[in-house]
């Protein structure tokens, strides 16, 4: 084994190989082997991420310092809960005084300082829920979450731009003026019709794509902010 450095700067053990293989298809035995590799992986091990996507949010916020003590803020497909986690640290948020709400199909462990919903994002009566659970209308809504994939390209980017559409819809409703907005998509395609939308709500619009980002992959992130707090009307959406 050759030794490397960790994202922390952390002398770590890299090129780690699966002693057994057998039993695993060729895409378990590459993720399973990626996974051991991953310093981000040990680091969120180490600091009880639930995931190493924590550390995305970590760098994002880090460098736009959108999160701030004493907001309200919605993760939309919170599972397994690294967004909630770091949010929960960044803004003070308690059992006491909770101020992260979370909401995803899938269930996740309770968390300290996260309110979780189970429930579909895109229902009607989901707004009102979640603004109910924050006492008040949101300071941000993040998302990390992805639509599931089916190998065809074009159809897994529709899914994935169909997604983030209705979570900027999502965002208009919740948001308070002055608010930010932060959600995964992919390169490539056309989120032409998103970004235009985005600038048409917030102030200021620009894409990140943090180094806790695997470097094989296409994601990357829409960092609105600036809501300009104007509600979408039927005569408007008509």
């Not at 894409?207 to 300009?228: C, I, M, N, W």
Request: glycine share 8%; with cysteine; hydrophobic share 40%.
């Amino acid at each position: 084994m050759t030794k490397g450095k960790s994202p922390s700067g952390a002398s770590r053990e890299m090129a780690v190989r699966l002693k057994s293989a057998r039993k695993r298809t060729t895409s378990q035995q590459k993720w399973l082997q990626r996974q051991l590799n991953d310093p981000y992986v040990a680091k969120a091990k180490s600091a009880g991420y639930k995931s190493r996507a924590a550390f995305k949010l970590v760098e994002i916020d880090d460098r736009y310092h959108l999160l701030k003590p004493g907001q309200r803020i919605v993760d939309l497909g919170a599972a397994p809960g690294g967004w909630c986690q770091v949010a929960a640290e960044r803004v003070g948020s308690t059992d006491a005084d909770c101020r992260i709400v979370g909401i995803d199909l899938l269930a996740i462990d309770p968390l300290p300082g996260v309110d979780f919903i189970q429930m579909d994002f895109t229902l009607p009566e989901a707004d009102a829920i979640l603004k109910e659970k924050l006492g008040g209308e949101a300071d941000g809504v993040i998302s990390d979450m992805a639509a599931n994939t089916t190998g065809h390209k074009k159809t897994d980017h529709l899914r994935i731009i169909g997604l983030a559409e209705m979570a900027v819809e999502f965002a208009r409703d919740v948001l308070k003026p002055g608010g930010f907005f932060l959600c995964k998509l992919f390169q490539g395609g056309d989120t032409a019709q998103l970004v235009t939308q985005l600038k048409r709500d917030f102030a200021l619009v620009r894409h990140v794509k943090p180094q806790a980002s695997r470097a094989d992959s296409s994601e990357l992130y829409v960092l609105a902010t600036g809501f300009r707090g104007e509600r979408p009307t039927p005569e408007n959406d008509a």
